[in-house]
C-alpha cells in the first residue's frame, strides 16, 4: 500500500531552521518525482518544492527560494525539506506529494497526512 | 507564473443536485496539464482528475472534467453526502506549480 508519512514539524522561532522528512512506503520511491505543498492555516495550498526521480533537478517557490532545500535519500526511501530562516509567514501544514509518473510535471497522485509547522516567538 | 481562478469560491447545494466548478487560467495551460483535487477538512488533498478530463484511479463516474486552454470545469453530477469539501484546480505543467483559491460545495 502506498504511504507517505511526513515528520519534523514543530513549533519554531523566526530565524531558526527545521528539518522536515517524507517516508515513503509501498512502491518505487525512486522512480518519481517528489514535491512540497504547504497549507497556511485556513488557507489553499501553496507549491513549495519539487525534486526529480534522481535528484538531479530541483525547482522552488519564489516565497522560499534560497531558504529552503530540497533533497531526497532513494536509499532510505525518505523525502526532505531543509527549511532556514523560518519566519511567521511559513506556518503552514507541510505535505509532501508524490508524482503520478517519473516525471516532474506530472499531477501529484498521492499525498501524506502533513505535519504542522508553527514560527511564532 | 500561471494564476489560476477559481469561482464560486463557494457553492451552496443540496445532496443529489449538480455542481458546476471552474477554473480559468491566466494564460494557456500546457498540453492541458490541469488538475482537480478535493480536499475534505482535516485531510489531505485527494486527486480527483488530471489532464483535464481523466479520472483518476478509483474516482466515481460522477466526477467529470473537461475544459481546454484557459477555461476548464469540474462536475459533480449528483452530489453525494462525501462530496462537501473544498476543490482545488493545479497547473503541472510548468514551474512554479499553482493552484487555484478554492471553491467550498457545501450543504444547502
Known amino acids: 500500500q502506498v504511504q507517505l508519512v511526513e515528520s519534523g514539524g514543530g513549533v519554531v522561532q523566526p530565524g531558526t531552521s527545521l528539518r522536515l522528512s517524507c517516508a515513503a512506503s509501498g512502491f518505487s520511491f525512486s522512480s518519481y518525482g517528489m514535491h512540497w505543498v504547504r497549507q497556511a492555516p485556513g488557507k489553499g495550498l501553496e507549491w513549495v518544492a519539487v525534486?526529480?526521480?534522481?535528484?538531479?533537478?530541483?525547482y522552488y517557490a519564489d516565497s522560499v527560494k534560497g531558504r529552503f532545500t530540497i533533497s531526497r535519500d532513494n536509499s532510505k526511501n525518505t523525502l526532505f525539506l531543509q527549511m532556514n530562516s523560518l519566519r511567521p509567514e511559513d506556518t503552514a501544514v507541510y505535505y509532501c506529494a508524490k508524482t503520478r509518473g517519473g516525471n516532474i510535471a506530472d499531477v501529484f497522485d498521492m499525498w501524506g497526512q502533513g505535519t504542522r509547522v508553527t514560527v511564532s516567538s | 507564473e500561471t494564476v489560476l481562478t477559481q469561482s464560486p469560491g463557494t457553492l451552496s447545494l443540496s445532496p443529489g443536485e449538480r455542481a458546476t466548478l471552474s477554473c480559468r487560467a491566466s494564460?494557456?495551460?500546457?498540453?492541458?496539464?490541469l488538475a482537480w483535487y478535493q480536499q475534505i477538512p482535516g485531510q489531505a488533498p485527494r486527486l480527483l482528475i488530471y489532464?483535464?478530463?481523466s479520472r483518476a484511479t478509483g474516482i466515481p463516474d460522477r466526477f467529470s472534467g473537461s475544459g481546454s486552454g484557459t477555461d476548464f470545469t469540474l462536475t459533480i453530477s449528483r452530489l453525494e453526502p462525501e462530496d462537501f469539501a473544498v476543490y482545488y484546480c493545479q497547473q503541472y505543467g510548468s514551474s512554479p506549480w499553482t493552484f487555484g483559491q478554492g471553491t467550498k460545495v457545501e450543504i444547502k
Open positions: 525534486i526529480s526521480y534522481d535528484g538531479s533537478k530541483k
Open positions: 489532464g483535464a478530463s
Open positions: 494564460q494557456s495551460v500546457n498540453s492541458n496539464y
